[in-house]
């Protein structure tokens, strides 16, 4: 919409506004009930518990309600940043997300780009459907599978390692293996899949750039980081930003399933202590302080990413 | 030394042949262009000179070299394409340079090739500026600045004029001559363009449905189209056709017999399609010339000339003819005339021209 359209619309009283959107709704209804499941899901699922994010500041028993417990301030958050365990599970959250960023971001691209490469189709799509089946198992089953596969006496990996002589070792309880596991398997699991989105774009390239480049001379490989990758840099863009997005949101079912006290050290994020203060202790109020705590500093993240990446590319989210 | 030579040139994607056995001679700095009905080939046809497209059967030379195995980088050729196919990420000048870099030009001279192709096509002041933000004709200008930064042996262009509009066509078909006689390097131009084949030739090649069917100079194709569809493809409006029959005298359409040029001895009796352009018509008698009764039924003013709609007979015919600052004089006529010499006779079932 054009400046003019905006001041002219400005300009109109409140009864004109009002008939032009009913006029609009008139008009559009269709769109609207298109819409309509999705507003109903966010209200009920997302805004309507946002309601009882105040027994963050609240002393909340189960048995006064959300009404009646007394407001407390910040009491809850002084409480979470005087508890190690806390501070232990901020900065888990950040090492986690930060290195699954490092390794696990770049992985689809370059899935992409080696797929792009193939000429064989059938070679392709084979080797297409194996990296993506990983990403319909359910959490518990890839948790069994990495489980099993890091078992110090049956596990493949320690009988890789006993072909070399080496010890066994029992991987899942040394917290300096957690991470490696944990993104490695994150990795393995999601990496495939998320090359689709890479694939279309790669798709959308206007296929005489490369011919152009073939006839002037390029080879596969500049081809590939003078025309490919450039292609897909906002869309590249657009992932990043939606990953730092949710550089909060660690797969903490995979967690859970995953750590134990052994390794809590290196293991426990938020979520995980959300899940074990507010659903094993009971502890609805500082359980809900750190969920809050994680969503405002994940609406910073997301905030950030995009206003610094609509500075430097001229791509953003919105 | 030929600049391209097409030798017997076959092309078939599976079982489906596009391309029959194409013959061409293309000379060192003559400008050809391929013009047909879209989907006979052209681009098939050029892709394949460009090394973009395999050669299924047939011999391609590029300065007498046989290239039919050489990738498209030892081609020594430059293409320039329909979309113009600009990278979008990159400005005026590094688009220009791409070619060079890849080659690995040194900086300096690449720096100064761009300087002076730019000044060429108009560009200097453009060179920061990304693609998207050029206009269309500024677009097709630096595509054929990337070709020609080249120094290629040869141009090849694929319509590289029908994404703008008729009045910058016309502008970059006269620019696109202009180079052509300052950098004197051979091109190979396709398009679907009956007016760009006329004007920027100097050798049209007129395909259909895979087969050359005729090459020739633009007048000669003009004046002397070897059959049929040659005749009703260039030229605009399209010459008039008309069923007849060769006599002693002439040939004959619906009892009015046309003098014809030529010896016609040895075709009477023959079925023809008589064919007349719409321009070889005048309005005075003159010598040599036959009348055609006509009613006419519609003029339409073009400016410095004037279509004529008309029956002849059961035929409906268009004359082209000058306006002389009025149409006045137009909306009464009754009679074209049109010499012997301008009548073209084709075979009626084969659509060759009759050798008279
Ligand atoms: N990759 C392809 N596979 C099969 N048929 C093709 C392919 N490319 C072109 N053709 C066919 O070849 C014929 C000539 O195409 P083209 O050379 O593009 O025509 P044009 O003269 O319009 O440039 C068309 O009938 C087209 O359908
Ligand atoms: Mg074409």
């Avoid at chain 1, 948790?143 to 080496?166: D, E, M």
């Avoid at chain 2, 004046?223 to 007849?244: E, K, R, Y």
């Avoid at chain 2, 003029?299 to 008309?310: D, N, R, T, W, Y």
């Amino acid at each position: 919409m054009s400046n003019n359209d905006t001041v002219y619309i400005n300009q109109k009283s409140f009864k004109e506004k009002l008939v032009w959107l009913l006029d609009h709704f008139k008009r559009e209804w269709q769109i609207y009930v298109m819409l309509a499941p999705m507003i109903i899901w966010f209200l009920v699922f997302l805004y309507k518990p946002m309601y009882g994010l105040q027994i963050a500041f609240k002393d909340y028993s189960i048995f006064r309600g959300i009404e009646a417990s007394p407001w407390v301030g910040l009491e809850h958050f002084n409480d979470l940043f005087s508890n190690s365990q806390f501070l232990r599970a901020i900065k888990n959250t950040f090492l986690i997300s930060f290195y699954s960023l490092i390794f696990g971001f770049p992985v689809p691209i370059l899935l992409a780009l080696m797929f792009n490469e193939i000429i064989n189709a059938v070679f392709k799509r084979s080797a297409q459907t194996i990296v993506y089946l990983p990403h319909f198992i359910s959490t518990v089953i890839i948790a069994g599978i990495v489980i099993t596969a890091f078992s110090p006496s049956a596990g493949i990996v320690n009988t890789v390692l006993s072909w070399f002589g080496l010890d066994s070792v029992y991987f899942l309880t040394k917290a300096e293996w957690f991470r490696p596991i944990f993104i490695g398997s994150g990795i393995w699991q999601e990496a495939g899949f998320s090359s689709i989105i890479f694939l279309a774009a790669i798709a959308g390239v206007n296929p005489s750039l490369y011919e152009s480049a073939v006839v002037d001379g390029a080879s596969r490989w500049q081809m590939m980081w003078k025309i490919t990758l450039p292609s897909i840099l906002p869309t590249i863009i657009i992932m990043l930003i939606i990953r730092i997005g949710n550089l909060m949101e660690v797969g903490f079912e995979l967690i859970i399933l995953l750590y134990q006290p052994a390794t809590y050290e290196t293991a426990d994020v938020i979520n995980t202590y959300i899940y074990r203060q507010g659903l094993q202790s009971g502890q609805y109020d500082l359980a809900a302080a750190a969920g809050f705590f994680n969503a405002v500093v994940a609406f910073v993240l997301v905030m950030a990413a995009n206003s610094i990446s609509k500075r430097f590319s001229r791509t953003s989210l919105w | 030394m030929s600049g391209v030579l097409l030798q017997n040139i076959v092309k078939a994607y599976g079982a489906a042949q596009v391309v029959h056995g194409i013959n061409l001679t293309v000379q060192e700095k003559e400008f050809v262009v391929l013009v047909g009905p879209s989907g006979c080939g052209k681009s098939t046809t050029l892709r394949m000179i460009a090394g973009l497209e395999e050669i299924t059967e047939g011999q391609l030379s590029i300065y007498g070299k046989v290239v039919n195995r050489i990738a498209p980088k030892d081609r020594d050729v430059a293409m320039v394409f329909q979309n113009y196919a600009l990278y979008p990420h990159l400005n005026v000048a590094d688009n220009m340079a791409f070619g060079l870099r890849i080659r690995k030009m040194p900086k300096p001279e690449i720096k100064q090739q761009i300087k002076n192709v730019a000044e060429i096509l108009e560009l200097t002041d453009y060179l920061e500026r990304r693609p998207a933000d050029l206009s269309g004709g500024q677009r097709q200008r630096v595509a054929m600045g990337r070709a020609i930064v080249r120094h290629p042996k040869v141009f090849l262009f694929d319509e590289p004029l029908s994404n703008l509009d008729a009045k910058l066509r016309t502008q970059m078909r006269a620019e696109i001559r202009r180079l052509h006689n300052r950098l004197g390097v051979t091109s190979i131009y396709v398009t679907h363009d009956q007016v760009e084949a006329m004007t920027l030739a100097d050798r049209i090649v007129v395909m259909n449905d895979g087969r050359i069917e005729q090459v020739g100079t633009p007048m000669e194709l003009f004046m002397n189209p070897a059959n049929i569809f040659v005749a009703g493809f260039l030229g605009s409006p399209p010459m008039n056709q008309m069923p007849g029959t060769v006599t002693e005298k002439g040939v004959e359409i619906d009892g009015i017999i046309i003098a014809v040029s030529g010896n016609l001895s040895a075709q009477v009796g023959r079925k023809v399609i008589v064919g007349i352009r719409p321009e070889h018509v005048s309005l005075q008698k003159e010598k040599g010339t036959t009348a055609l009764p006509i009613n006419l039924d519609l003029v339409e003013p073009l400016g410095s000339e004037a279509l004529l709609h008309a029956q002849f007979g059961a035929h409906q015919l268009v004359f082209k003819t000058e306006t002389q600052g009025s149409i006045d004089h137009l909306s009464d006529v009754s009679e074209v005339y049109v010499h012997a010499s301008m009548v073209k006779l084709f075979d009626a079932e084969t659509g060759e021209a009759l050798p008279l």
